[in-house]
C-alpha cells in the first residue's frame, strides 16, 4: 500500500473464535504493518491456552504488540490500553508507511482507543486491597450495597452480574472521592489518524459451533495444565475471567469435568453474545460476513479510507 500522509488505524474486531487473529495477520502482512493486541486477558502472561493468544508461528510472522508483556498481579485497564496503545501507534506508523492494525475483541479497549476514555485517577494499590478485601469477605452483594450508597445513578445502569464492571466503579469512587458516573462525560475524543473499524459476521449457529470446537481444542490443547499451574493464585482479577473460573470451581470439587466443560462453552457463547450486542450498537463498523480475507479489508481501506477523511 502507497504511503499515507494521514495514518490509518485499521481495528480487526467481532465475537471470540470469530477468525480475528488470522484475519488481522493477513492485513497486516498486506499492509506491512505491526498489530497492537485489544485482549484484555492475553496481555497476560502464563495463559497462552485459555485465552487463545496467538501462536508462536502467528507473532512470528507479524510483529504483535500488548501480548504475553503482564504478570497474573499486575493491574490493567482500558484506560491503561488507550494510553499503551497510543504511544506504539507513532512508531509503527513511521515504520510502516502510516498503517498499524488493532486486533480483538475486548470491546471497552477497542472503545478507549478508537474514541478516547474519560481521564480517571490511578487507582492505588490500597484502594485494590480493600476492594478485593471486601470482595473476598462479602461478596458479589457486598460489592452492589456499596455502590448502591456510593454511586446510585451508575447502580441503576451497571450490569449487576458483571462484577469487573462493579469492582472497577468502587475503584474509582474511592479513589476519587466523588461518584464514577460524575467523572463519564461521554465526549469524543478526537484522533490524529483515520480508522476504519471491521467486524466478522456469521450465523449464530456456525459461531456457537466454532466456539464448542475451540473450547474441546482448549481442554485438548493443555489448558487443564495451565489452570492447574495458577491454581493457587485464582483470585487475581486477570483469572476471573471465562475459563479458568469453571475450570477451578472443577478443581475445588465444586462440578465436575464434563460439567465444567459445558459452563465454558455456555459462558463462552453468552460472552460472544454481549460482543455481537456492542458490536450492533456501533453503526461505525464495517460488518462483513466470513468467510473474510484480507483483500475484503484492502477494499474497504481503498474505498472509504482517503488520505484526507476521518472515519
Same mark, same amino acid.
Given at each position: 500500500m502507497?504511503?499515507r500522509?494521514?495514518p490509518?488505524l485499521?481495528?480487526?474486531t467481532?465475537p471470540?473464535?470469530?477468525?480475528?487473529?488470522?484475519l488481522?495477520i493477513?492485513?497486516a502482512?498486506?499492509?506491512?504493518c505491526?498489530?497492537i493486541?485489544?485482549?484484555?486477558r492475553?496481555?497476560?502472561?502464563?495463559?497462552?491456552v485459555g485465552?487463545?493468544a496467538p501462536?508462536?508461528?502467528?507473532l512470528?510472522?507479524?510483529?504483535?504488540h500488548l501480548?504475553g508483556?503482564? =504478570?497474573?498481579?499486575?493491574?490493567? #485497564?482500558?484506560?491503561c490500553? *488507550?494510553?499503551?496503545a497510543?504511544? $506504539?501507534?507513532?512508531g509503527?506508523? !513511521?515504520?510502516s508507511?502510516g498503517?498499524a492494525?488493532?486486533?480483538?475483541?475486548?470491546m471497552?479497549?477497542v472503545?478507549?482507543?478508537?474514541?478516547?476514555i474519560?481521564e480517571?485517577?490511578?487507582?492505588?494499590?490500597?484502594?485494590?486491597d =480493600?476492594?478485593?478485601r471486601l470482595? #473476598?469477605e462479602?461478596?458479589? *452483594?457486598g460489592?452492589?450495597a456499596? $455502590?448502591?450508597i456510593c454511586d446510585? !445513578?451508575?447502580?441503576?445502569?451497571?450490569?449487576?452480574?458483571?462484577?469487573?464492571?462493579v469492582i472497577?466503579a468502587?475503584?474509582i469512587?474511592?479513589?476519587?472521592?466523588?461518584?464514577?458516573?460524575?467523572l463519564?462525560t461521554?465526549r469524543?475524543?478526537?484522533r490524529e489518524?483515520?480508522?476504519v473499524?471491521?467486524?466478522?459476521?456469521?450465523p449464530r449457529?456456525?459461531l456457537?459451533?466454532?466456539?464448542?470446537?475451540?473450547?474441546?481444542?482448549?481442554?485438548a490443547?493443555?489448558m487443564?495444565?495451565?489452570?492447574?499451574?495458577v491454581?493457587d493464585?485464582?483470585?487475581?482479577n486477570?483469572l476471573n475471567?471465562?475459563?479458568?473460573?469453571e475450570?477451578f470451581a472443577?478443581?475445588?470439587?465444586?462440578m465436575?469435568?464434563?460439567?465444567?466443560v459445558?459452563?465454558?462453552?455456555k459462558n463462552t457463547?453468552?460472552?460472544?453474545?454481549?460482543?455481537?450486542?456492542?458490536?450492533?450498537?456501533?453503526?461505525?463498523?464495517?460488518?462483513?460476513?466470513?468467510p473474510?480475507s484480507a483483500?475484503?479489508?484492502?477494499?474497504?481501506?481503498s474505498?472509504r479510507?482517503?488520505?484526507?477523511?476521518?472515519?
Amino acid at each position: 500500500m502507497n504511503r499515507r500522509e494521514r495514518p490509518l488505524l485499521v481495528v480487526i474486531t467481532g465475537p471470540t473464535a470469530s477468525g480475528k487473529t488470522s484475519l488481522a495477520i493477513d492485513v497486516a502482512r498486506r499492509l506491512g504493518c505491526e498489530i497492537i493486541s485489544a485482549d484484555s486477558r492475553q496481555i497476560f502472561r502464563d495463559l497462552p491456552v485459555g485465552t487463545a493468544a496467538p501462536t508462536a508461528t502467528e507473532l512470528t510472522a507479524v510483529l504483535h504488540h500488548l501480548v504475553g508483556t503482564l =504478570k497474573l498481579d499486575d493491574y490493567y #485497564s482500558a484506560s491503561c490500553f *488507550e494510553s499503551d496503545a497510543l504511544a $506504539l501507534l507513532p512508531g509503527i506508523f !513511521d515504520r510502516s508507511g502510516g498503517y498499524a492494525v488493532v486486533c480483538g475483541g475486548s470491546m471497552m479497549y477497542v472503545d478507549a482507543l478508537v474514541n478516547g476514555i474519560d481521564e480517571m485517577p490511578t487507582v492505588s494499590a490500597d484502594v485494590r486491597d =480493600k476492594v478485593a478485601r471486601l470482595a #473476598s469477605e462479602q461478596g458479589a *452483594e457486598g460489592l452492589l450495597a456499596l $455502590l448502591e450508597i456510593c454511586d446510585p !445513578d451508575y447502580y441503576a445502569e451497571v450490569d449487576h452480574a458483571n462484577i469487573k464492571r462493579v469492582i472497577h466503579a468502587l475503584e474509582i469512587t474511592m479513589e476519587a472521592g466523588t461518584p464514577y458516573s460524575s467523572l463519564r462525560t461521554g465526549r469524543r475524543t478526537a484522533r490524529e489518524f483515520d480508522i476504519v473499524k471491521v467486524a466478522i459476521e456469521m450465523p449464530r449457529e456456525e459461531l456457537f459451533d466454532r466456539i464448542n470446537r475451540r473450547v474441546d481444542n482448549m481442554i485438548a490443547g493443555g489448558m487443564i495444565e495451565e489452570a492447574r499451574r495458577v491454581y493457587d493464585r485464582r483470585d487475581l482479577n486477570s483469572l476471573n475471567t471465562v475459563g479458568y473460573k469453571e475450570l477451578f470451581a472443577w478443581l475445588d470439587g465444586k462440578m465436575d469435568f464434563d460439567t465444567a466443560v459445558a459452563r465454558i462453552k455456555k459462558n463462552t457463547r453468552v460472552y460472544a453474545k454481549k460482543q455481537l450486542t456492542w458490536l450492533r450498537r456501533d453503526p461505525s463498523v464495517f460488518r462483513l460476513p466470513a468467510p473474510v480475507s484480507a483483500d475484503d479489508v484492502i477494499r474497504i481501506i481503498s474505498r472509504r479510507a482517503s488520505p484526507t477523511a476521518q472515519s
